[in-house]
């Protein structure tokens, strides 16, 4: 940076300077949200509305401007046939896409679950004192920060049935008796995913739940002790309670993400019907199954889903999102 | 922590944290190692782990046979240009919500959280389109964009945090000064933010490096990145897990660098300030 000095040109006059100058401030604030918003726009707001349209019509990938209004047979809708019998149509009536649905939940309940009783603990571990506090620390960071799409290269190398490692490590330990193919399996594929994304994210749970700890003063546990409680009460009734507003927040933002889960699957588990999940599904029918009103209908869904997920969960769990509280 | 620890508990501990840490790190370490070995020592069984003849070949295959450079480059130019793009907006966007105090501040910010709900997939298509027409489809400019925009929400919210933290009042006396608004902030907020700004470009660039749904569906090779090099990695004939892990070891390396100086921002950052 220059000198401050450099830059002082004031030429408001000198009655009335503190409203101009307020007035130029609001001014400026809204010239300078304005390219983000209009951003956000283009982006966010415009393709999702296109998109919720286009679910309501019979567009087609070939066909992008043709698309006629359909209402919502893309959801659901049905026909009599002349026999009396009604035949349902429509996403909702799907088994492939709750099927899907399914896959996402049991993913993103269990992932999140596990990585968040992981990450408490390892951040428990990690709170103590012991040589080499940084760079083990730096070390299980790394999981997290790299891509996905390496991680889950090489998980699907190390869990190869004929190669891995891993196999190799359980025979060794007497837990399998054959190798498996973990993520070629559709009963393991599951475990595979969730297994990955685990690793993959507890550390940053972690990290997070390590950052609460250390707002923790040490004087309480000094207190507890002294006066003889159990430590395993301290944790539920002291360290939890105080942890609790970052851990909610970051639970929050996993979910979002695990809800939308792609890329870990895209290319651990490409095509196995065990772990395709909303995003998967709704892609596969807008760009290579040509049902593109088909798949916007079923992304529009995964939107709607999300949102009411995280409103509920706002509400319910009384979130303090940024911040704003502890201001 | 003011806690009396004994040398034997402290050694527990030590022993504990690098017993996780071993767990957590050693598929890291594993396509470490692999990434040296010949082709057909790394699909030994049982595995080796350090008794093999260390080799660069596979280093070299991946640079020399696969055009490694480019992508590599391409992430390069993607993740900090999308960066640099990105904190031009939100800066001044950050600005003006934390010091220009309007009733809307607290919609604006939900509304931007609203837009980590929105399925890639859903909005796949919208997006597709307009880069389309505008001649745009695997160019790395348009990845540029779109990335910045995708991580836009949250640089803005986590600078935003950053900036409410400063008094306003510092600022309040450079204006009583006759300081203008764009030195304002160049020249008073800007210094006085450096590491917040600092942290945020670093995490930008971490996400754009990582971020694998955009770079897969809207680059095909021209723009293609190390993610879609990486998730396309196989090999018709014979044995490539050497080089994969090759691959794999030089994409992580830079994200590990920027990784190591900015860990406690990165949590930050990524629960919207929430955890100081």
Not at chain 1, 124 to 153: C, E, H, Q, Y
Request: glycine letters at 6%.
């Amino acid at each position: 940076m220059t000198h401050p000095t450099t830059a002082v040109p004031v030429a408001a006059p000198k009655n009335g300077r503190e409203t101009s100058l307020e007035q130029q401030r609001l001014r400026a604030a809204f010239w300078f949200l304005a390219p983000m918003l209009l951003m956000l726009f283009c982006v966010a707001a415009w393709p999702l509305m296109r998109s919720i349209w286009f679910s309501f019509t019979d567009t087609s990938l070939t066909d992008l401007h043709g698309g006629k209004w359909v209402g919502f047979d893309n959801y659901l809708s049905y026909r009599q046939l002349s026999s009396g019998r009604v035949i349902w149509r429509g996403t909702l009536v799907d088994p492939a896409w709750w099927n899907a649905v399914w896959n996402t939940v049991k993913f993103a309940v269990v992932s999140v679950s596990l990585e968040t009783m992981f990450g408490l603990v390892v951040a428990l571990v990690l709170n103590a004192r012991f040589a080499g506090r940084g760079l083990v620390r730096a070390a299980i960071l790394i999981p997290w920060a790299i891509p996905t799409i390496v991680s889950a290269k090489m998980w699907g190398w190390m869990l190869n049935d004929q190669f891995g490692i891993i196999n190799d490590i359980l025979l060794n330990l007497g837990l399998i008796s054959e190798k498996i193919a973990w993520a070629a399996n559709l009963d393991t594929a599951m475990a595979a995913v969730i297994l990955v994304d685990v690793w993959k994210t507890t550390p940053f749970m972690a990290l997070l739940c390590l950052a609460g700890l250390q707002m923790v003063p040490g004087d309480i546990y000094e207190a507890a002790r002294i006066d003889g409680i159990h430590p395993v009460k301290v944790f539920f009734r002291v360290t939890l309670p105080l942890i609790r507003p970052a851990l909610m927040v970051a639970v929050i933002f996993r979910m979002l993400d695990a809800l939308r889960m792609f890329d870990l699957v895209y290319v651990l588990t490409p095509n196995s019907a065990a772990t395709k999940t909303m995003s998967i599904i709704s892609r596969e029918n807008l760009i290579e199954f040509d049902k593109f009103a088909y798949g916007s209908a079923q992304s529009s869904l995964l939107f709607a889903i999300i949102a009411i997920f995280v409103a509920l969960y706002i509400w319910l769990g009384k979130v303090d999102l940024g911040g704003e509280k502890s201001k | 922590m003011a806690r009396v620890v004994t040398p034997a508990q402290k050694s527990i501990n030590t022993a504990a944290a690098w017993v996780v840490a071993l767990i957590i790190f050693f598929p890291i370490l594993w396509t470490f190692l692999t990434s040296f070995k010949p082709e057909e020592v790394a699909v030994a069984s049982p595995p080796v782990f350090v008794g093999f003849d260390w080799t660069m070949q596979n280093y070299h295959d991946v640079i020399a046979q696969r055009g490694y450079g480019s992508y590599f480059w391409n992430s390069v130019v993607i993740s900090v240009g999308s960066t640099v793009l990105g904190m031009i907006i939100a800066i001044p966007a950050a600005w003006a919500m934390a010091f220009v105090h309007g009733k809307r501040t607290k919609d604006l910010l939900m509304w931007m959280l609203s837009t980590k709900m929105m399925p890639a997939a859903g909005v796949l298509v919208p997006i597709y389109l307009m880069g389309k027409s505008l001649g745009l489809i695997d160019t790395r400019f348009m990845l540029m964009i779109v990335l910045m925009l995708m991580n836009l929400p949250i640089i803005v919210w986590m600078l935003y945090t950053y900036f409410r933290e400063i008094p306003g009042d510092i600022l309040e006396a450079a204006r009583m000064d006759g300081a203008n608004l764009m030195s304002e902030i160049l020249y008073v907020l800007t210094p006085m933010a450096i590491p917040g700004i600092a942290s945020t470009l670093l995490l930008n660039v971490i996400l754009a490096w990582n971020e694998s749904f955009w770079t897969l569906n809207l680059t095909t090779f021209q723009a293609a990145p190390l993610t879609k090099f990486i998730a396309g990695f196989s090999s018709p004939q014979g044995l490539f897990y050497g080089k994969l892990s090759a691959a794999s070891v030089m994409a992580i390396v830079p994200i590990m660098v920027i990784g190591w100086f900015s860990q406690k921002q990165l949590v930050r950052g990524l629960t919207f300030g929430a955890v100081k």
